[in-house]
T-cell receptor, first 112, second 116 residues
Framework: KAGVTQTPRYLIKTRGQQVTLSCSPI?????VSWYQQTPGQGLQFLFE???????NKGNFPGRFSGRQFSNSRSEMNVSTLELGDSALYLC???????????FGNGTRLTVT | AQSVTQLGSHVSVSEGALVLLRCNYS??????LFWYVQYPNQGLQLLLK??????LVKGINGFEAEFKKSETSFHLTKPSAHMSDAAEYFC??????????????FGRGTSLIVHP
């Protein structure tokens, strides 16, 4: 079974631009979660999507948004990028609420 | 909301020595506790999961963790460290999200350094 796939692996953007990150979950997994990982804040929960609906949301500004498609693939969008948005963005999927998260290798975003 | 504290941002051991990584959760007993490992330039991989079936949980690569309710702890141990164990380790606790499902909340992580 293929794992969670995130594209692209690396991204460099300029402050003020917007960016879209993509995540393909494990086949059959309907829940997709996004996390931001930085050295200073650790792993912070962004949001979770389940069957195309946002089910849970973390404490991030509205510049961070996401969506999920009918095939469970998910995208995350960050608008008006700030230097502090530089981070590793991790996507994770799971089969049900009692299952552990399966993580992708992340997208490393650098904002200059 | 649940919270997780990992004591020690860095732990250094010699190859063959005991590995002990500490994790404490907030006072209310969570339904699930996890340990994950992250190698450089990779995502997190599940080491083990506590589900209240047994207080001592065995995971992959020789790791195990013991749930102690009286101490609100879920420390990770391995009897003998290998060089390949060098990585970042994260403790996580399931927390009830605003949408009614449980989502993991992660500790800050502990970097394990293994010396030859």
């Amino acid at each position: 079974k293929a794992g969670v796939t995130q594209t692209p692996r690396y991204l460099i953007k300029t402050r003020g631009q917007q960016v879209t990150l993509s995540c393909s979950p494990i086949s059959g997994h309907r829940s997709v979660s996004w996390y931001q990982q930085t050295p200073g804040q650790g792993l912070q929960f962004l949001f979770e999507y389940f069957s195309e609906t946002q089910r849970n949301k973390g404490n991030f500004p509205g510049r961070f948004s996401g969506r999920q498609f009918s095939n469970s693939r998910s995208e995350m969008n960050v608008s008006t990028l700030e230097l502090g948005d530089s981070a590793l963005y991790l996507c994770a999927s799971r089969g049900d609420d009692n299952s552990p998260l399966h993580f992708g290798n992340g997208t490393r975003l650098t904002v200059t | 909301a649940q919270s997780v504290t990992q004591l020690g941002s860095h732990v250094s051991v010699s190859e063959g020595a005991l590995v002990l990584l500490r994790c404490n959760y907030s006072s209310s007993v969570p339904p699930y506790l996890f340990w994950y490992v992250q190698y450089p330039n990779q995502g997190l991989q599940l080491l083990l999961k506590y589900t209240s079936a047994a207080t001592l949980v065995k995971g992959i690569n020789g790791f195990e963790a013991e749930f102690k309710k009286s101490e609100t702890s879920f420390h990770l141990t391995k009897p003998s460290a290998h060089m390949s164990d060098a990585a970042e380790y994260f403790c996580a606790v399931s927390d009830l999200g605003s949408g009614g499902s449980y989502i993991p909340t992660f500790g800050r992580g502990t970097s394990l350094i293994v010396h030859p």
